[in-house]
Nanobody
Framework: QVQLVESGGGSVQAGGSLRLSCAAS????????MAWFRQAPGKEREGVAAMNTGGVSTYFADSVKGRFTISQDNAKNTLYLQMNSLKPEDTAIYYCAADVWISSGSWFAEYEYNYWGQGTQVTVSS
């Protein structure tokens, strides 16, 4: 059974940093597509960053480009999201998502991902 477990959320002041982790188990991590989504109160869930864990392709939402980075540790089957220069509008529940293939080419389409974590709260205060 595929399991994704996020950690690393918390509260931080604007301008601060956090690193989220997503520990994956139950499938071959090294040949999959993984992403971070977030959902702010009263808003729809949106894609933030994504990557193909078998290669070097990464994708970022315009709102986080230059501030967030996505990386992996294949030995630990773990995906990371490094978030710098955090803003109050980054406040949301952050979810890790995974699947074998992005058939549509839309890395931030929720329907492309069959496996989801439970989410971790990130709160940025001004």
């Amino acid at each position: 059974q595929v399991q994704l477990v996020e950690s690393g959320g918390g509260s931080v002041q604007a301008g601060g940093s956090l690193r989220l982790s997503c520990a994956a188990s139950g499938y071959t991590y090294s040949s999959n597509c993984m992403a971070w989504f977030r959902q702010a109160p009263g808003k729809e869930r949106e894609g933030v960053a994504a990557m193909n864990t078998g290669g070097v392709s990464t994708y970022f939402a315009d709102s986080v480009k230059g501030r967030f980075t996505i990386s992996q540790d294949n030995a630990k089957n773990t995906l990371y999201l490094q978030m710098n220069s955090l803003k109050p509008e980054d406040t949301a529940i952050y979810y890790c998502a995974a699947d074998v293939w992005i058939s549509s080419g839309s890395w931030f389409a929720e329907y492309e991902y069959n496996y989801w974590g439970q989410g971790t709260q990130v709160t940025v205060s001004s």
